[in-house]
């Protein structure tokens, strides 16, 4: 009791008048501070706690997830006042249809509540000009669901200066798989070109072409034998080199192939029908073009409250070398800008320390003998 009545007089005194104007001052000077070093460009959370939080203040676990979305609100406003220009939140797994039936229930219904508060706080997304976008599979949604998804979507869409990912339905292998699907799909579809790019494997098969066809021009007439074999050389390598992915397809256009004076290369005639993308092409940002993210910034920063230290299958794909991960033991309803500061302050210094080593390394040059010198 006595520990309920003290905080009850902290709660008291801290929304007074006066401590909360001298509180909201030293907010905005933070944040001011902040804003003189780097800034990471895209920040991911994991919010974890809501029902822990319920159950720890004897809270209906609604009450729990409310309280969630209202420190979701303000740490919103503290990234997009900072600078960040990409938010992602974790707000439902795939995973979390296995639950029951009942479970699932109550969490579409807490979805469409949430998403639906969201809208209410449209101002504080039009003030950054944040424009929602919703990652997931949406085919695993109820109708209702997906019109509250849609009216948060279309609401902010004429936003351009930040986003806010929310994942719903999500999990990464979903995102990854989806990914390389479609680039299959993508790589499996015949375009009108004249000729698809030259690759690694098609300039190597054309440089020995040419030497062969050297080779069997200076021992053509000296041996009619090596005559022969140096012609059928030629012949399998000229095939070889027109060899595609699918050689069932009358449509794939070949390679260059050699002139009659056999020093020259002839352009591959020009056709008219489709033609199929060289899968070696395929590279890291061809998937990346293919996420869910594609066309937002590299993850600087991903956080997870609730003292768990894991992913639970969130932003893999995105994780790279220079992504900063934080577990917190904090629970999510008690995330707020005292918590983040900290955060934020250390992802600065390690940024700035990395910038320093990486400018410390351009300038040192090596020697001939291998030595650094300055």
């Known amino acids: 009791m006595p520990s309920m ?45 809501n029902r822990r939080f319920a159950r720890n203040h004897g809270i209906e676990t609604l009450e729990g997830h409310n309280l969630g979305f209202e420190a979701l609100a303000k740490i919103l406003e503290v990234c997009y006042k900072s600078g960040v220009k990409v938010v992602t939140i974790y707000a439902f797994s795939i995973e979390n249809f296995k639950r029951s039936k009942y479970e699932v229930d109550a969490l579409m219904e807490m979805a469409k509540v949430k998403l639906s508060q969201l809208a209410q706080h449209g101002d504080l997304l039009d003030r950054y000009g944040a424009s929602v976008r919703v990652l997931g599979q949406r085919e695993l949604v109820k109708k209702d669901v997906l019109e509250a998804i849609d009216r948060a979507v279309n609401m902010t869409s004429h936003n351009s200066r930040a986003v806010l990912n929310i994942c719903f339905p999500y999990t990464s292998h979903d995102e990854i798989t989806t990914a390389i699907r479609n680039t299959v799909v993508d790589y499996s579809t015949p375009t009108l070109s004249l000729q698809r790019p030259f690759s690694e494997s098609h300039i190597a098969r054309t440089i020995r072409a040419r030497r062969l066809s050297a080779a069997g021009t200076r021992t053509r007439g000296n041996s ?121 302050v250390e992802w600065q210094w390690r940024r700035r320390k990395t910038l320093g080593d990486e400018r410390e390394k351009g300038s040192i040059s090596r020697g001939p003998l291998g030595l650094k010198r300055e």
Request: aromatic share 8%; glycine share 4%; proline share 10%.
């Open 224 to 344: 009619p034998a090596s005559s022969a074999t140096s012609d059928a050389e030629d012949s399998i390598t000229t095939m070889s080199s027109s060899a595609t992915l699918h050689p069932e397809s009358p449509s794939e256009p070949v390679a260059p192939t050699l002139g009659k004076d056999n020093d020259e290369l002839e352009p591959p005639k020009p056709t008219q029908e489709g033609v199929y993308p060289d899968p070696e092409t395929i590279t890291a940002d061809i998937i990346d073009d293919h996420m869910f993210t594609a066309g937002l910034p590299r993850l600087d920063l991903l956080v997870r409250t609730s003292g768990v230290e894991r992913l639970s299958d969130f932003m893999l794909w995105q994780c790279h070398r220079d992504t900063e991960i934080v577990f917190l033991r904090c629970l999510w309803p008690e995330f707020d800008l005292w918590t983040f500061l900290p955060v934020l």
């Open 5 to 49: 009545h003290l905080s009850q007089i902290r709660k008291w005194f801290l929304q007074s008048p006066p401590v909360e104007w001298g509180i909201l001052q030293l907010r905005e000077l933070l944040i001011g501070a902040l804003r003189q070093g780097p800034i990471p460009q895209h920040v991911a959370f994991i919010m974890d706690g």
